[in-house]
């Protein structure tokens, strides 16, 4: 049987409503004079490929849903009140997405380096745990690094702290296997999905926590140097 879970009003007229049941968000959209007229937007859980939330920032007080569903479709719901709990939402988001298939550390398995002479065994997150974070050990980042946008790895202990208490993005039994810290904005590969982190505006007050489930990314790419 279907309820209501939590219920919100939408950035607007003050007619615009979402609703987190227990098998979609449903979006009511209130239209023409006297708001007799209404749109019902149903978005059905198992549908969604992947979400973010995004937080108030210094100068814009709107806190954002966005969700990426079926056929490339894109919804935003933009909450009307900036005291909205976003993290209750991530955790609910969190609850309903599908994490069916989930990464561990023997899915990282080993890759074969061939060097000048032999053929070298050696783990393929090795250099997670040989680089630490430039914040923590006392190195700074380099201008050309800065300009560049040149990644560089962070503790996953820390990062899994942070995203546990601070920013509370994580499913309960979540690991954090590799952290990056790219200027200000950060990736997260855990056992669950690509956590990706979006710093915005001048203060950094606003930013986008979006996730990818490992299930639904079927294509990837990498760059040398």
């Keep these: 049987e ?4 939590m219920a919100f009003q939408v950035k607007g007229f003050g ?11 449903l979006l009511k959209d209130g239209k023409g004079i006297g708001n007799k007229r209404k749109k019902y937007d149903s978005i059905p859980y198992n549908t969604i490929k992947a979400f973010s939330v995004e937080t ?3 100068l814009d007080g709107d806190i954002e849903l966005k969700v990426w569903c079926s056929g490339g479709k894109v919804v935003k719901v933009e909450f009307a009140k900036k005291e909205v709990n976003i993290w209750a939402v991530q955790q609910f988001m969190n609850v309903k997405m599908d994490w069916s298939q989930e990464l561990t550390t023997s899915d990282l398995g080993f890759a074969t380096v061939t060097g ?6 050696q783990p393929v997150a090795a250099t997670k745990w040989k680089q630490q974070d430039l914040s923590k050990s006392g190195k700074s980042v380099g201008i050309f690094d800065w300009m560049g946008g040149n990644a560089h790895t962070m503790d996953p202990k820390l990062a899994q702290e942070q995203l546990n208490t ?3 993005v994580l499913l309960e039994n979540e690991t ?3 952290a990056f810290k790219e200027r200000r904005d950060c990736i997260y590969f855990t056992s669950h999905r690509c956590l990706v982190v979006n710093v915005q505006g001048l203060t950094g007050k606003r930013i986008e926590f979006y996730s990818i489930p490992w299930r639904y990314i079927r294509a990837f790419s990498l760059q040398t140097a």
């Design 2 to 5: 279907e309820h209501v879970e």
């Design 56 to 58: 108030a920032g210094a």
């Design 176 to 178: 954090v296997h590799m």
């Design 166 to 168: 601070a920013t509370p």
């Design 116 to 121: 000048f002479n032999d053929a070298v065994n």
């Design 15 to 25: 007619r615009d409503k979402s609703f987190l049941t227990t098998h979609r968000i």
